[in-house]
Nanobody
Framework: QVQVVESGGGLVQAGESLRLSCVASGSFAAIDAMGWYRQVPGKTRELVAQIYKEDTIYYADSVKGRFTITGDNPKNTVYLQMNSLKPEDTGTYYC???????????????WGRGTQVTVSS
């Protein structure tokens, strides 16, 4: 089993910054990817940023140039630095970890419980 814990959310004003952290722990042989998703009430959860084991990175168009995702492999941790925040960035941010029990197994998805980010105008 894999545990995923997010932290770093909060209430900020537009233009300010926040840094989210996500730590994966438990039993796994490897992590293929770690990513951040955002969800607001009434809408589907959307991918904001993801980093893959080969260090390939994806950003949603809405956050390019403002958000930066980085990984700390030895600590099984991923960070999301969010700058120039906008009210439309408000939502619950979830971390997803794609990990494998063995090197040759298919990856499984594990989700954290989320951390709230609120940006006031």
């Amino acid at each position: 089993q894999v545990q995923v814990v997010e932290s770093g959310g909060g209430l900020v004003q537009a233009g300010e910054s926040l840094r989210l952290s996500c730590v994966a722990s438990g039993s796994f042989a490897a992590i293929d990817a770690m990513g951040w998703y955002r969800q607001v009430p009434g809408k589907t959860r959307e991918l904001v940023a993801q980093i893959y084991k080969e260090d390939t990175i994806y950003y949603a168009d809405s956050v390019k140039g403002r958000f930066t995702i980085t990984g700390d492999n030895p600590k099984n941790t991923v960070y999301l630095q969010m700058n120039s925040l906008k009210p439309e960035d408000t939502g619950t941010y979830y971390c997803k970890v794609d990990s494998k029990r063995t090197w040759y197994a298919r990856p499984s998805e594990y989700w954290g419980r989320g951390t709230q980010v609120t940006v006031s105008s």
